[in-house]
């Protein structure tokens, strides 16, 4: 860590979601259902200068770790992003977020018409690619790949 980076204290214990895309750090929020009824210590630091893309957005969550599924989440929203787990002050892991090639119930269909829309108990269900992150849909194939977070179930 170096100390132009100290923008937002070091933490002791949790996970600091870093190189968040600049703009997306509520929606990562969120996706960690993090709300005013929340009582976990999170910072929050947005569109800090980054060498590596420009400006990010950065979140710290206290005494938490996340589990793949909300890692997934954030992968769609936010593909550069990397989760560094603390553990004593210490970065003990770091890893890049990466695209599952497919994600079920985490995005609902836009098509009203989509079989996953109906009454019928189907999960959603939408295939993965990257650069810029596009989610086909299994069932109608519409595809999402703008504000994907507004998307998220
Ligand atoms: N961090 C923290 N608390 C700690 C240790 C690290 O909040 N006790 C944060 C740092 O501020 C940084 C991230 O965790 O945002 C990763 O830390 P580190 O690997 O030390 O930083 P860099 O080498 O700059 O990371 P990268 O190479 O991923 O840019």
Redesign the pocket.
Same mark, same amino acid.
């Given at each position: 860590?170096?100390e132009k /980076? &100290?923008r &937002?204290?070091? !933490?002791?214990n949790g996970t &600091?979601i /870093?190189?968040i895309t600049a703009g997306q750090a509520l929606n990562v929020l969120k996706i960690l259902g993090i709300t005013d009824k929340s009582n976990s210590v999170v910072s929050v630091a947005m569109n800090v200068p980054s060498s &590596?893309i420009g400006t990010k957005d !950065?979140v $710290?969550v206290e005494d938490r770790e996340l589990i793949e599924d909300e890692v997934n989440r954030i992968s769609l929203i936010s593909p550069k992003a990397?989760i560094?787990i !603390?553990r004593g002050?210490?970065?003990v892991m $770091?890893h890049r977020v990466e695209l599952p090639a497919r994600v079920d119930g985490v995005v609902k269909c836009v098509n009203p018409n989509c079989i996953s829309n109906t009454s019928e108990p189907v999960v959603s269900k939408f295939l993965v690619s990257g650069k810029p992150v596009m989610l086909r849909c299994a069932y109608c194939d519409y595809v999402i790949s703008e504000n994907i977070a507004a998307h998220l179930i």
């Open positions: 860590m170096r /980076d &100290v &937002v204290l070091p !933490i002791r &600091v /870093d190189h &590596v !950065i $710290k990397t560094n !603390i002050y210490e970065v $770091k």
